[in-house]
């Protein structure tokens, strides 16, 4: 279905130093993401799906985070390894970003248009009335009712889903190749969140940008997702198609994962949660990190991390439990 590959992140690697020690965010994160498909990153808090946008973006707080190896590839270029300076025009032109919370996102001292035009008239250096008229159309395109008086208008002067509709504008209007959208619904409620994956859709289809959907809305991942990578621990665990991952999940905390989401067909009481917490990542197993909540767990996953299986050429996973050798000599604890 895709072909060309426009990020490429390999063996990514990332932590932070805090006064209680060193957090290991990242520790070896890898995954492609082809030209004009949806990606999603799920997984609980604090598993690493923000930190890897953030590293994508070039937005790690320093110098407390620190990347200890790894790649980010896209297209031609490691972004590891650009400047300050190369990064600022990456960012906003080739490569945008659409924040959880739209109020935080925009600067509320200053007019929307002002908000909309600054990254046009920084990075493609047109007119005022050019960048304003781009403004227009894109506030048009996501839904902004008479956009030219909004424009004159300042962020509290609009709702939560309006924020977030200009928001995306914002991110929209130097055209990127690679849309990065960190829970861009959490905010809203559900009528407006239908509508804000509307127009992601819509979007896609007109402009054929790539998009990197983080969320832990598993229902959000279903209506506009083509792949799906799950995290724990600072690691993807299983990546696949949407329908390998919804259909035939692999790792136990994949299935874990699908098995608490509220559905029509079964009463409330039959939800499956998630026992336990994840690991401390001051100090992470070195096996795997899924272990100590496993239903399955047997005596190596402990000790070894396991390696990756492909399951078909769009679907691995990282499980002790597809190594028929490994559940003969060791055994499930449980």
């Not at 227009?136 to 002067?157: A, D, T």
Request: glycine content about 6%; hydrophobic content about 40%.
């Amino acid at each position: 279905m895709f072909s060309e590959i426009i990020l490429s992140v390999q063996d990514l690697h990332v932590s932070f130093k805090t006064f209680g020690g060193e957090v290991q965010a990242l520790r070896g994160v890898s995954f492609d993401l082809f030209k004009g498909e949806t990606l999603a990153i799920v997984g609980e808090s604090g598993c690493g799906k923000s930190v890897t946008a953030n590293t994508i973006m070039g937005l790690l707080p320093q110098p407390a985070a620190r990347i200890h190896k790894g790649k980010v590839q896209f297209k031609e270029r490691d972004l590891t390894r650009l400047s300050k300076s190369e990064m600022r025009q990456v960012q906003g032109v080739d490569i945008s970003m659409i924040f959880q919370d739209p109020m935080t996102a925009l600067n509320p001292t200053i007019k929307i248009g002002e908000q909309l035009t600054e990254g046009l008239r920084t990075h493609k250096k047109i007119s005022k009335t050019e960048a304003k008229k781009k403004a227009i159309e894109l506030l048009n395109f996501v839904g902004i009712p008479n956009p030219e008086e909004r424009m004159k208008q300042y962020p509290h002067q609009f709702s939560g889903g309006m924020r977030q509709r200009i928001v995306i504008a914002i991110a929209l209007i130097c055209e990127p190749e690679l849309l990065i959208a960190d829970e861009p619904t959490t905010a809203l409620d559900v009528t407006i969140q239908a509508q804000i994956l509307e127009l992601f859709e819509e979007i896609q289809e007109r402009t054929g940008v790539s998009i990197i959907l983080i969320t832990h809305d598993l229902g959000v991942v279903a209506k506009i997702a083509d792949r799906i990578a799950v995290m724990y621990a600072g690691k993807v665990i299983e990546i696949g198609e949407k329908r390998e991952v919804f259909y035939s999940p692999q790792h136990p905390y994949t299935k874990g994962l699908l098995s608490s989401v509220p559905r029509l067909d079964l009463k409330e009481e039959e939800l499956q949660p998630i026992e336990g917490t994840p690991p401390d990542l001051f100090a992470p197993p070195v096996g795997c990190p899924f272990t100590a909540r496993c239903p399955f767990a047997m005596e190596v996953c402990e000790r070894v991390y396991p390696a990756t299986t492909s399951l078909s050429i769009t679907h691995q996973v990282d499980c002790w439990l597809q190594d028929e050798r490994a559940k003969k000599l060791f055994g499930a604890y449980v």
